[in-house]
């Protein structure tokens, strides 16, 4: 019994040695804003995904749920008729995506632009189809994310014009024993293989996806390294497309061949250019706004809030409270480096958040905004606070990287009281499990006094 006793005494002391005084910050308020529990919230903390929070809150209130991004596509004349298809983005990160069936997936949108081009009598693109962009390929990754992330599916890059949400799916074939080579099946959408280094290997069983795809924006090369766990008939890993918007007009250009409508391959391309002489044949809308920071939320789906950051950058501001908060924010009690919270630059004070979140409450789009926040047992929170009583309501936005885990939202404690949150822990030694424990209990202790 003395020895057991021990025991948890030692566990109890590593688990608190391993968490710091500094790598805290919290911050519990009222839906008010009154300040219930706090612990250095005025600190600067590296935030992770919750601050995809921020770009939810400016999008919905810049643009309102019912919002659609619109591709729009021009014909060109030559001699009377038309000949050249070009295509203009505005941002959408849902072009080509298979998230939403008969919507935005691949066949549904080539379908709709072969009828459309059909309904204009084209027959012929003999000089081609020309996509423009707003930026080159260089600066379609935030300056701040790591040379390990960019080249993985959750760190592609975004334009004006994005496809199959920037990403590629890569099917191995693992060797027949633990460390032999796994072989490349096929890919989703088709890439040939001679772009990719492959030095994967086949791990243990029940391993997981331990790749790591290296690559940058605008180069066709991809290095892939790391395992493939042993004995699974073709194991799936996702990274990002090389190019999109080239990938784009090939796949395009591959159903319209298959449609009776030839395409001069050799007049294909991209260019940063804007059209202003041309009037539009016909445009492509996405899901609602709605739809998309639901999904960007419940999945933490770094392109969408990439592309949503992008785009408010390129519009003209409305004037907004919400607005306002933030830019009057920088940089004592926010630091932005980008829309999702992957570059570790990113900075936030808890007090920021949470009086984020009481304005967003106040707002005109509050109704959209915490529609769009995983609820207990739903989105990136589904496992998370099981030891929170069952009745419980809790909304929030997780956050986590190396040695960074975060959440943010709102719930409502024993006595009915809505509180908002957000707690940060910053740590280089600390492991999830004991962040995770530690949080666990700060938001228990919180709900049940209140």
Not at 59 to 69: C, R
Not at 103 to 131: C, M, P, R, W
Not at 209 to 219: A, F, H, L, R, S
């Amino acid at each position: 019994m003395r020895f057991l006793f021990f025991i948890l005494l030692i566990s109890t002391q590593l688990f608190a040695s391993t968490i710091k005084d500094n790598d805290i910050s919290f911050n519990f308020t009222t839906a008010q804003g009154s300040v219930l529990n706090s612990k250095k919230n005025q600190e600067l903390m590296s935030p992770a995904s919750i601050q995809k929070l921020i770009t939810t809150g400016l999008i919905l209130e810049e643009q309102g749920p019912d919002f659609k991004f619109k591709t729009k596509f021009y014909l060109q004349k030559t001699n009377g008729e038309f000949k050249k298809l070009l295509i203009q983005g505005n941002w959408d990160p849902s072009l080509g995506s298979f998230r939403y069936p008969n919507e935005t997936d691949q066949l549904t949108l080539f379908k709709y632009i072969s009828h459309q081009l059909k309904l204009n009598e084209v027959t012929s693109l003999a000089n081609g189809i020309t996509a423009l962009v707003k930026l080159p390929p260089h600066k379609t990754i935030p300056n701040h994310w790591s040379w390990g992330d960019i080249g993985n599916y959750y760190a592609t890059g975004t334009n004006s014009i994005n496809y199959h949400e920037n990403l590629f799916m890569i099917y191995f074939t693992p060797g027949d024993s633990i460390g032999g080579n796994a072989k490349i099946h096929h890919t989703v959408p088709y890439l040939n293989n001679k772009l990719f280094i492959n030095n994967v290997t086949t791990g243990k069983k029940n391993s997981g996806d331990q790749v790591y795809i290296y690559g940058g924006p605008g180069i066709t090369q991809r290095h892939l390294t790391g395992t493939v766990p042993l004995a699974s008939k073709e194991f799936r890993v996702k990274g990002s497309l090389p190019q999109p918007t080239f990938q784009f007009i090939n796949d395009l250009t591959q159903h319209l061949l298959t449609n009776n409508i030839s395409v001069n391959t050799n007049k294909n391309s991209v260019q940063t250019d804007t059209i202003t002489s041309l009037t539009k044949s016909f445009e492509y809308s996405s899901p609602s706004l709605q739809k998309l920071v639901t999904s960007m939320n419940f999945k933490s789906i770094n392109l969408y809030a990439e592309a949503f950051y992008q785009y408010l950058k390129s519009t003209p501001k409305k004037e907004s409270q919400l607005s306002s908060f933030v830019e009057q924010s920088f940089p004592l009690s926010l630091d932005q480096k980008d829309g999702s919270g992957l570059s570790v630059a990113n900075k936030m004070s808890t007090q920021f958040m949470t009086t984020f979140l009481n304005k967003v409450s106040q707002s005109t789009s509050a109704l959209s905004f915490w529609s769009s926040i995983p609820h207990k047992g739903f989105g990136t929170i589904k496992y998370k606070f099981k030891k929170l009583d069952s009745s419980a309501k809790i909304q929030a936005k997780s956050g986590s990287m190396g040695g960074v885990l975060s959440y943010a939202g709102r719930f409502f404690s024993k006595k009915g009281v809505e509180i908002h949150f957000c707690i940060i822990l910053n740590s280089p030694i600390a492991t999830q499990r004991d962040m995770q424990k530690y949080i666990d209990e700060k938001i228990i202790s919180i709900y049940n006094d209140n």
